[in-house]
């Protein structure tokens, strides 16, 4: 263990942490969009076996930074053999976890706004349409924009400022208890709404029809970016976790229990996302135009709308922030570990670092609106977006599946005596196969099909 480094207070601490960094934005309209789209509990059950096809991974992860004590732009050059260059890619830490936050400071503003405007009424009384021009009011706003930013990154920075255990451990345990009571009590809400039933049907009820119209690769293809993006490998931001952890639990173990609870918040999310939407005769759109526009409406026409959607932003601001704040944790970990900085001066730096960097997301749907980098339609966001999930996730994978596997690396040996310290689960040694050529040859395969996807839609 390193001299004098800071360690999670509990084990509690650690899990709840590392899920908060998994659970985001992601498993809230993305999960239950792509449920619903490609056969309900079919497309469940294919996403369940993808998860299952990448947990491994983020076992890898956490074992690189548990046996280095240190955030990945360090562990690397600690692991790797004599003479190899694998600490050159150490900076996928830092470009990954910027890239990231780029877009994501933005979103997770718009949800903190949103609890304002919910918990105020300033929704209260607009008919869709009316929904549907506030939000656009919202985007178009350069000073909203940059407002709700800012106080993001200033949140998240302050939490990190704190310390590992007195900032970052306690509040997103704090935040992470609250979400699952917060969502526990929404589950009930929606599940009892008057022609809830059609919307559960519709979320969990396998439709081969949905399945064969949606087509099974694409299906699958949805599933697997799906599992890839929400436990959040490659780009460290588990590696830091690791770091803070002891040896007496398995990694495997532990990891199961942080994919559970991934997965858990994400098929809850579809509890409330789907009742809803069916008890009000709304059908459940993708991305933003779900939770600032579709919801709202659906919460104006609820009894005690108002709070049931004060609390569903709450609900959404933790999930983003709790992300927002593990990742801050891994962009300054690389300043302490990598350049020696003292937790103050690297928070000082990153809280610059951060807020310039994601005023072009935040311009992006005003003052830069006319910067269209995929196409017709698509703005800065999206084309952060296509750079950290089409491109560096998936090299960042890759990186990890080679360095723990490929002799000239860490080796097979020392992975799996790390991920196997400790008592509970065992890691399977029969995967060795498996994560050394068939999982790599998928990623790439995955990797290749996106670039067709987008191109496919670039030019029609």
Same mark, same amino acid.
């Given at each position: 263990?390193?001299?004098?480094?800071?360690?999670?207070?509990?084990?509690?601490?650690?899990?709840?942490?590392?899920?908060?960094?998994?659970?985001?934005?992601?498993?809230?309209?993305?999960?239950?969009?792509?449920?619903?789209?490609?056969?309900?509990?079919?497309?469940?059950?294919?996403?369940?076996?993808?998860?299952?096809?990448?947990?491994?991974?983020?076992?890898?992860?956490?074992?690189?930074?548990?046996?280095?004590?240190?955030?990945?732009?360090?562990?690397?050059?600690?692991?790797?053999?004599?003479?190899?260059?694998?600490?050159?890619?150490?900076?996928?830490?830092?470009?990954?976890?910027?890239?990231?936050?780029?877009?994501?400071?933005?979103?997770?503003?718009?949800?903190?706004?949103?609890?304002?405007?919910?918990?105020?009424?300033?929704?209260?009384?607009?008919?869709?349409?009316?929904?549907?021009?506030?939000?656009?009011?919202?985007?178009?706003?350069?000073?909203?924009?940059?407002?709700?930013?800012?106080?993001?990154v200033v949140l998240g920075c302050a939490v990190c400022a704190l310390g590992l255990r007195r900032g970052v451990e306690?509040?997103?345990?704090?935040?992470?208890?609250?979400?699952?009571?917060?969502?526990?009590?929404?589950?009930?809400?929606?599940?009892?709404? $008057?022609? *809830? &039933?059609? !919307?559960?049907? #519709?979320?969990?009820? @396998?439709?081969?029809?949905?399945?064969? /119209?949606? %087509?099974?690769?694409?299906?699958?293809?949805?599933?697997?970016?799906?599992?890839?993006?929400?436990?959040?490998?490659?780009?460290?931001?588990?590696?830091?976790?690791?770091?803070?952890?002891?040896?007496?639990?398995?990694?495997?173990?532990?990891?199961?229990?942080?994919?559970?609870?991934?997965?858990?918040?994400?098929?809850?999310?579809?509890?409330?996302?789907?009742?809803?939407?069916?008890?009000?005769?709304?059908? $459940?759109? *993708? &991305?933003? !135009?779900?939770? #600032?526009?579709?919801? @709202?409406?659906?919460?104006?026409?609820? /009894?005690? %709308?108002?709070?049931?959607?004060?609390?569903?932003?709450?609900?959404?601001?933790?999930?983003?922030?709790?992300?927002?704040?593990?990742?801050?944790?891994?962009?300054?970990?690389?300043?302490?570990?990598?350049?020696?900085?003292?937790?103050?001066?690297?928070?000082?730096?990153?809280?610059?670092?951060?807020?310039?960097?994601?005023?072009?997301?935040?311009?992006?749907?005003?003052?830069?609106?006319?910067?269209?980098?995929?196409?017709? &339609?698509?703005?800065?966001?999206?084309?952060?977006?296509?750079?950290?999930?089409?491109?560096?996730?998936?090299?960042?994978?890759?990186?990890?599946?080679?360095?723990?596997?490929?002799?000239?690396?860490?080796?097979?040996?020392?992975?799996?005596?790390?991920?196997?310290?400790?008592?509970?689960?065992?890691?399977?040694?029969?995967?060795?196969?498996?994560?050394?050529?068939?999982?790599?040859?998928?990623?790439?395969?995955?990797?290749?099909?996106?670039?067709?996807?987008?191109?496919?839609?670039?030019?029609?």
């Amino acid at each position: 263990m390193s001299a004098g480094r800071e360690m999670l207070g509990s084990r509690l601490g650690f899990l709840l942490l590392s899920a908060g960094c998994a659970i985001g934005l992601g498993n809230v309209w993305r999960f239950p969009y792509i449920a619903g789209a490609y056969g309900g509990a079919a497309l469940v059950g294919i996403y369940l076996l993808c998860l299952l096809a990448v947990t491994p991974i983020l076992v890898m992860e956490l074992a690189v930074g548990r046996a280095a004590r240190c955030n990945m732009g360090r562990a690397l050059r600690v692991l790797e053999p004599a003479g190899t260059r694998w600490h050159r890619c150490g900076w996928f830490a830092l470009i990954g976890s910027y890239l990231l936050m780029m877009f994501y400071t933005t979103v997770t503003g718009w949800l903190l706004a949103y609890c304002w405007y919910m918990a105020t009424g300033a929704l209260h009384g607009l008919d869709p349409a009316g929904v549907g021009d506030f939000f656009a009011r919202v985007l178009a706003s350069p000073a909203v924009q940059i407002a709700a930013m800012s106080v993001v990154v200033v949140l998240g920075c302050a939490v990190c400022a704190l310390g590992l255990r007195r900032g970052v451990e306690r509040v997103v345990k704090c935040m992470m208890l609250g979400l699952l009571i917060i969502l526990a009590a929404l589950v009930l809400r929606a599940v009892t709404l $008057p022609g *809830a &039933g059609e !919307g559960i049907a #519709f979320y969990l009820a @396998p439709d081969a029809s949905r399945l064969r /119209d949606a %087509g099974l690769f694409s299906a699958v293809n949805a599933a697997m970016n799906q599992a890839f993006f929400t436990i959040s490998v490659g780009i460290g931001s588990m590696t830091i976790f690791g770091s803070y952890q002891p040896k007496d639990r398995s990694l495997t173990g532990e990891a199961a229990l942080i994919v559970g609870l991934d997965t858990l918040v994400a098929f809850m999310a579809g509890l409330i996302i789907f009742p809803a939407c069916f008890a009000f005769g709304v059908r $459940p759109d *993708a &991305g933003p !135009g779900l939770v #600032f526009v579709t919801l @709202p409406n659906i919460f104006n026409s609820m /009894d005690g %709308g108002r709070i049931w959607g004060t609390l569903f932003f709450v609900f959404m601001g933790f999930a983003a922030l709790s992300t927002v704040i593990a990742v801050f944790e891994n962009i300054i970990s690389y300043s302490m570990d990598v350049w020696g900085m003292s937790r103050r001066r690297a928070t000082a730096l990153h809280l610059a670092g951060l807020w310039l960097a994601s005023l072009p997301c935040g311009l992006g749907f005003n003052v830069l609106s006319g910067f269209q980098p995929l196409g017709p &339609g698509t703005n800065v966001l999206d084309f952060e977006d296509f750079l950290i999930s089409n491109n560096l996730l998936f090299a960042g994978t890759l990186l990890f599946l080679f360095f723990c596997t490929r002799q000239r690396g860490w080796g097979w040996e020392n992975f799996l005596a790390e991920a196997n310290a400790g008592r509970g689960l065992r890691f399977p040694v029969c995967l060795r196969f498996y994560l050394r050529w068939l999982l790599p040859a998928l990623i790439l395969f995955i990797f290749i099909m996106g670039y067709v996807e987008r191109l496919q839609k670039l030019f029609g």
